[in-house]
């Protein structure tokens, strides 16, 4: 019997993040299928279709998330977690600016 009352009252404190990863050079749009994690811990995510992603049960205190997508800035953000409040975010990734080298053409002889 205590153990449920232990069990009851730890979920009614664990709180939630819930977020969109979007495209921040592209009119928000969204992006799939990005990796969310909090940094030092091994608790991860995924942004779906939409852009959206949710970590769970997690404790109060201040989390690091970090969050990557291929050919783009990874972006770290802090985030409070406070009761069985849900934390809404929003990250807007911006693309890599890539600097290109000289590149030489050379002639094909024939």
């Given at each position: ?17 819930v977020g969109?990863?979007l ?5 928000n ?5 990005a ?9 991860k995510?995924?942004?779906?279709v ?5 970590i769970?049960?997690l404790?109060?205190g ?8 291929p050919?783009?800035e ?17 990250l ?5 600016t ?6 030489a053409?050379l002639?094909n002889?024939?």
């Amino acid at each position: 019997l205590l153990l449920a009352f232990t069990s009851l009252g730890f979920s009614q404190n664990s709180g939630i993040i819930v977020g969109k990863v979007l495209d921040k050079e592209l009119n928000n749009e969204p992006l799939m299928f990005a990796s969310i994690s909090i940094k030092g811990s091994s608790i991860k995510s995924t942004s779906d279709v939409t852009g959206l992603f949710y970590i769970e049960n997690l404790q109060d205190g201040q989390y690091t998330l970090v969050c990557s997508f291929p050919g783009y800035e990874t972006k770290e953000i802090e985030v409070e977690v406070n009761g069985a409040q849900t934390s809404d975010i929003k990250l807007a990734l911006a693309a890599k600016t890539i600097a290109l080298n000289e590149l030489a053409s050379l002639k094909n002889p024939s």
